[in-house]
């Protein structure tokens, strides 16, 4: 202590809290277990190989990567979270072969060639999903049913084909077929609720996002329950649109960001060719989220905002 010293300057941060980024991280995966636990129920023990080739694969590629790049490797768990949400949005019937290769691009393409942890533009987990299915479309398609393993469509599929709507407690409790960690929005949910309670998460950018697909799906004269717990929509809202690095920092921007990723959802379900496009929604998203920030940004206290024209000058 510095005797008679009336003011102490040192460099910030000046405000310290227990959370770190490793804990935010593992309660993540605390979050996802629900959604884990009735993946490998419904789908089997595959699933469960599934998603360990996911994430050891995801470790292994991250600790590589950063020797590459001559960084040192910390187990902060978000190589954890990757691996794992990639495996939670693959189909139960994958071969193993397709989580390693998915993860390894995710991690080394999606994460560590923009630097490293913060830094990446896009959402690692669904650069990783995104690859696989332009890669190989054939294999990330095909559908069992849960339990019976029987071949079958998603419900956005059936729907998709004009074979009409899911019952929505099947989709609710996820007694359909789907990828390993979304069929259950229950699961999800209980998941999600957590991370807002412990305020690790916005509750802005699922309700704006999830809220936007029902609002305009209902408008279009679709069902808006139907659309807001089929296919990957709240395993995204919860856990990926909520991303610290790659969506927005304000409350308003989350709001944007949330209401142009459910767009995106509806124009794609509507009038694309494919029946889903929560994955697709979100990276587009994820480019904009510079732009978001920037005119989203609280105003300094004591100055005046320039008008539009004044910045041209």
Not at 226 to 242: I, K, P, Y
Not at 267 to 286: A, D, F, H, K, Q
Request: charged share 10%; glycine share 12%.
């Amino acid at each position: 202590m510095i005797p008679n010293a009336k003011l102490l300057v040192s460099p910030s941060p000046h405000l310290k809290d227990r959370v770190s980024v490793r804990r935010i991280m593992f309660t993540v995966v605390l979050a996802l277990m629900p959604a884990t636990a009735c993946g490998v129920y419904l789908f089997g023990l595959h699933a469960l190989w599934v998603i360990l080739v996911s994430v050891l694969s995801a470790l292994v590629s991250e600790f590589l990567g950063y020797r590459a790049m001559g960084k040192r490797f910390t187990m902060d768990g978000s190589a954890v979270i990757t691996g794992l949400l990639l495996a939670l949005c693959l189909p139960p019937t994958v071969p193993l072969w397709m989580p390693a290769v998915g993860s390894s691009f995710a991690i080394l393409v999606g994460k560590c060639a923009f630097g490293g942890l913060g830094q990446n533009l896009f959402n690692p987990a669904l650069v990783g999903r995104a690859f696989l299915t332009l890669s190989w479309p054939s294999l990330m398609t095909r559908w069992v049913s849960p339990l019976e393993g029987v071949s079958t469509a998603t419900p956005l599929g059936t729907w998709k084909s004009g074979g009409g709507y899911t019952s929505t407690w099947d989709l609710f409790l996820g007694n359909v077929a789907g990828c390993i960690g979304e069929t259950s929005a229950l699961a999800i949910l209980l998941g999600g609720t957590l991370l807002i309670a412990l305020r690790y998460i916005d509750w802005r950018t699922p309700l704006s996002y999830i809220g936007t697909v029902g609002l305009l799906m209902l408008l279009l004269g679709e069902d808006p329950l139907f659309h807001m717990l089929a296919g990957g929509l709240f395993l995204g809202a919860f856990f990926m649109a909520t991303d610290y690095v790659t969506t927005p920092l304000t409350g308003r921007g989350r709001v944007i960001f949330g209401v142009g990723a459910g767009l995106l959802v509806v124009v794609i379900r509507m009038y694309g060719g494919m029946p889903e496009g929560v994955t697709y929604s979100i990276l587009i998203m994820n480019a904009f989220t510079p732009l978001i920030d920037r005119y989203t940004r609280p105003r300094v206290y004591g100055t005046v905002r320039r008008k539009w024209w004044e910045r041209k000058k």
